[in-house]
């Protein structure tokens, strides 16, 4: 999916609690990869008593380096591309399911400004990645307005949202 939204899809108050709950009724063991977000997903899901449960573990990485180093997110992808695209958003999220053995992994990467990153891209401009063993990787592109720690807070809200779904959960 790759399809752009104008929002991060829900507000602060998201039920990070429902998707602890719906992550461990299921029997999934959950995975974050991070950079623009920086570890802020993991740190929200963990904030739910129980969390240790189904919180396999977050990675932030924030340079190319540590993508391909961490993440095996292919180096060439980020030569080319750099790090916000729908193809390293999937590996980001490929890459957190295997490190942590995860079942569902969700990917932050893009651009919380101010002003576009050495490439060009708009800040606001955020790909969510999402991994679910046994299926391929998918990315959504979602376009947010704010300064930097909002353009974050709503990357997160967006990560917590896709993992919302994945859950079945709205």
């Known amino acids: 999916m790759t399809t752009p939204r104008?929002?991060?899809?829900t507000g602060p108050g998201a039920d990070v609690a429902?998707?602890?709950?719906?992550?461990r009724a299921q029997g999934v063991q959950l995975a974050t990869a991070e950079?623009?977000?920086?570890?802020a997903v993991v740190a929200r899901l963990v904030d739910v008593p129980g969390a240790s449960a189904v919180v396999a573990g977050g990675a932030a990485t924030y340079s190319y380096a540590a993508?391909?180093?961490?993440?095996?997110?292919d180096p060439a992808e980020l030569s080319a591309?750099?790090?916000v695209s729908a193809e390293v958003a999937r590996e980001m999220a490929a890459g957190a399911l295997e490190l942590f053995a995860a079942d569902l992994a969700v990917a932050t990467t893009g651009v919380a400004?101010?002003?576009?990153?050495?490439?060009?891209?708009?800040?606001?401009?955020v790909w969510i990645g999402l991994?679910?063993?046994?299926?391929a990787p998918v990315a959504?592109?979602?376009?947010?307005?704010g300064d930097r720690p909002t353009v974050r807070a709503a990357a997160v809200d967006a990560a917590i949202a896709a993992l919302a779904g994945a859950l079945g959960l709205g």
């Not at 104008?6 to 899809?9: I, Q, V």
């Not at 991994?131 to 299926?135: C, D, F, Q, T, V």
Request: no cysteine; aromatic share 0%.
């Open 18 to 23: 429902a998707v602890i709950a719906a992550a």
């Open 140 to 145: 959504e592109l979602v376009m947010l307005d």
């Open 113 to 125: 400004g101010p002003g576009a990153d050495e490439r060009g891209v708009e800040a606001g401009t």
């Open 81 to 83: 591309r750099g790090a």
């Open 67 to 73: 993508k391909s180093r961490v993440l095996t997110v």
């Open 131 to 135: 991994a679910r063993r046994g299926s």
């Open 35 to 39: 950079s623009l977000t920086a570890g």
């Open 6 to 9: 104008t929002d991060a899809g």
